[in-house]
């Protein structure tokens, strides 16, 4: 049986029709601030952990850790906002 669509092949057709534009730009913008988020908050980490290894983080001078802290919080509520937004919000209109 002839192949419709020459060398290429079924598989590579069904991907670049089965997604829709506007859908991808937005995963991809919001994927890409999370993962900023997220290596942001992995290098502000290893920074307090260097800083307490060479005695530098104590009760007075804590600033780096609170710092860390408040970023780790804000990343995990943008999180789980953004997954009630794109997740819940059409389950409560529908």
Known sequence: MPRPYGRVSRARICLRHSFEPCAD????????????????VLIMSLFVIARHFTGKLDRVRCATLENTALLVYYTTAQALVGLVVIHGFPRMIL
């Open 25 to 40: 730009v937005e995963f991809s913008s919001r994927n890409r601030l999370t993962g900023q988020l997220v290596f942001t």
